[in-house]
């Protein structure tokens, strides 16, 4: 089956500076990878997600990069704000399959005022 | 629409006991799926559906039973807790087996003692 690593575990970063979040998959017939932002006591909820026909996507602040080559993803955020520190996860699975989403470990982004 | 519900939010068990977690949705998603949180381990699968009477197993199904009768819910039961069951569980739903964004429940914070 898939495995999703991610790193870092937890990361820190200063107000008004980027973060990047990144992620490596197994199986090569992946082809759907979604972020999702888990904040303190909440469900987990998509805020971007890229498929395999693309190397990049942008949503204002968040941007999502794939390299199917190395079988890598990374989520980048830019001009962080106090708002945006939570947990991140990526996950992967394969569009159109009964197979579920496969998540990373997830990341603790702590933005610092 | 209520989306994705869970009942109860919060239990706890003792080691032995039987109890069973419920989850509806009405969307008239055609997937379900059971994850459990635990620190460090990001979101883990455990049962899932694709439909109404189409069960498989996730990553760790051990001590737990779903069944789909309906589409609109997928109740989870533990048939005999256990400490290592003591975990936050969320029910998930989305229409089908495409890019589709994945629906969290609130989550159900169990403890087994």
């Known amino acids: 089956g898939e495995n999703v690593e991610q790193h870092p575990s937890t990361l820190s970063v200063q107000e008004g500076d980027s973060a990047v979040i990144k992620c490596t998959y197994s199986d090569s017939a992946s082809n759907y990878f979604p972020w999702y932002k888990q904040e303190l006591g909440k469900r987990p909820q998509l805020i971007i997600d890229i498929r395999s026909n693309v190397g990049e996507k942008k949503d204002q602040r968040i941007a999502v990069t794939l390299n199917k080559t190395a079988k890598h993803f990374s989520l980048h955020i830019t001009e962080t704000q106090p708002e945006d520190s939570a947990v991140y996860f990526c996950a992967a699975s394969i569009i159109g399959s009964a197979r579920q989403l496969t998540f990373g470990s997830g990341t603790q982004l702590t933005v610092l005022p | 629409n209520a989306g994705v519900t869970q009942t109860p939010k919060f239990q706890v068990l003792k080691t032995g006991q039987s109890m069973t977690l419920q989850c509806a949705q009405d969307m008239n998603h055609e997937y379900m799926s059971w994850y459990r949180q635990d620190p460090g381990m990001g979101l883990r699968l455990i049962h899932y559906?694709?439909?109404?009477?189409?069960?498989d197993q996730g990553e760790v199904p051990n001590g737990y039973n779903v069944s789909r009768s309906t589409t609109e819910d997928f109740p989870l039961r533990l048939l005999s807790a256990a400490p290592s069951q003591t975990s936050v569980y969320f029910c998930?739903?989305?229409?089908?087996?495409?890019?589709?964004?994945?629906?969290f429940g609130p989550g159900t914070r169990l403890t087994v003692t």
């Open positions: 998930a739903s989305k229409p089908g087996g495409g890019a589709y964004e994945q629906y």
């Open positions: 559906s694709v439909g109404a009477g189409i069960t």
